[in-house]
């Protein structure tokens, strides 16, 4: 069973929990997750599952705290799992941008390495294997997908959901710690 946050009725969210068997927490379930007791509940809650999806677009770092967390209560309990960050390809080329969304999924790519990272190293001292997977893309065919700068090239939500089986498929000694995806324009 899959552990995600996100609302199940938009965005890519929806197309996950069309696909795979997923208990999702969002504002609409009750979570607030800019609430430190929610999210305290929810990392106790995701000792139930072997998969976290990140997926909730939380803002203020909040994406990047809620793996922090999760990642810590997992090594605490010697948890295996996977927990798989959904990043954006925006966190690659800035631009010179000021926008706060860019910096946060440039955090969250950077600290899903480090974990990928440390859990890697560092595995048989934690007496568990904590997968941790950044999938990032450009734009997605979603519903909630306004295309914005003109592009017609979209990952389809398919595509998504393929590289995500991808990534819950591999080999338990075998993790891949970021993948990217990106579609050509038409």
């Known amino acids: ?3 995600a946050t996100g609302n199940p009725k938009r965005g890519l969210s929806q197309a996950i929990n069309s696909e795979f068997e997923v208990d999702f927490f969002s504002r609409e379930t009750g979570f607030d997750f800019t609430d430190s007791k929610h999210r305290e509940k ?8 072997k ?3 990140n997926i909730a677009k939380l803002e203020n770092f909040l994406q990047t705290i809620l793996l922090k967390e999760v990642y810590a209560c997992w090594e605490a309990h010697q948890h295996s799992g996977l927990i798989l960050n959904i990043g954006s390809t925006c966190c690659y080329d800035l631009k010179g941008r000021s926008r706060l969304y860019e910096a946060e999924k440039a955090s969250l790519q950077k600290y899903s390495y480090m974990l990928a990272r440390k859990s890697l190293n560092n595995s048989s001292q934690m007496g568990c294997n904590i997968k941790v997977a950044h999938l990032s893309t450009g734009w997605i065919g979603t519903s909630d997908v306004k295309d914005k700068a003109g592009r017609h090239g979209k990952v389809t939500t398919k595509d998504y959901c393929d590289s995500i089986r991808f990534l819950i498929g591999l080999p338990p000694m075998l993790n891949c710690n970021e993948l990217s995806l990106e579609a050509f324009t038409e």
């Open 51 to 53: 998969i976290f999806f």
């Open 1 to 3: 069973m899959i552990i």
């Open 42 to 49: 929810f990392t106790q809650l995701s000792l139930n599952y």
